[in-house]
């Protein structure tokens, strides 16, 4: 009998964060010293975790900055989020938000020069600069549909999706591990494709099926030594 292939989880977590008000008081060579502690604490984790940077500032009231972590080993990037908090000028950073979800490889057997880590398919996850992300709670009557009506509905929202070549969109399972059932991730390379999409998929019949969608956050893809200058 033939063997079924064993999926990959790989477990992502999105962290928002809020720079502290004391240290933007610092005098300029410890919020220097700190900020290169910070960031070589932050590289010298990027050999084993995937890591995209977000700058949030500016297009909302609660939140700086966005770490997006990817591992197939969660107790590890369970350790990395952690010490976020503890080096250099991590320790001036509040998280106010905080997803946890998990995507599943079709195939775990893929060729090593196929993915990044040893565990992520390339070109797949933070392709582009712009992206948006926000939970998804699915009210109670979508489980009450036939697999058949799921799928219909499901195709209208692909079918939405595919007009937009230069759009990617990830989705986390947070069943078990986290408040949401899921995450979305919808990245693109233009604003105006993100717009666009959105507001066409927010008009579709699966969003009736929909119970919580909200907070919705903008992030802009930067390297974190232009945010954390930015922010400080």
Not at 17 to 41: C, G, H, T, V, Y
Not at 135 to 156: F, G, N
Not at 204 to 223: E, M, N, S, W
């Amino acid at each position: 009998m033939e063997k079924t292939k064993k999926t990959a989880n790989i477990y992502s977590s999105f962290v928002f964060m809020k720079m502290q008000p004391k240290f933007r008081r610092l005098i300029s060579n410890e919020k220097i010293a700190a900020k290169q502690e910070f960031e070589n604490m932050i590289g010298s984790c990027q050999e084993k975790v995937f890591l995209r940077t977000y700058m949030v500032s500016g297009l909302r009231a609660d939140s700086d900055i966005l770490f997006w972590r990817m591992s197939d080993d969660l107790p590890y990037l369970q350790e990395i989020c952690a010490r976020t908090f503890s080096t250099g000028a991590g320790k001036y950073l509040t998280p106010v938000h905080s997803y946890l979800g998990v995507h599943q490889c079709a195939d775990s057997a893929q060729p090593k020069k196929d993915l990044d880590f040893g565990f992520l398919p390339k070109d797949t996850f933070g392709r582009h600069r712009y992206m948006l992300l926000h939970p998804v709670v699915k009210a109670h009557t979508w489980y009450e549909l036939s697999d058949e009506e799921r799928l219909k509905l499901q195709a209208e929202r692909t079918a939405v999706l595919s007009k937009y070549k230069e759009i990617q969109e990830n989705r986390f399972i947070s069943y078990g591990l986290d408040e949401q059932e899921m995450i979305v991730e919808r990245e693109a390379k233009t604003l105006e494709d993100l717009v666009s999409a959105t507001h066409e998929l927010r008009q579709q019949r699966i969003k009736h099926y929909t119970a919580v969608d909200k907070p919705v956050f903008l992030c802009l893809g930067r390297d974190l030594r232009e945010i954390m200058d930015a922010i400080s």
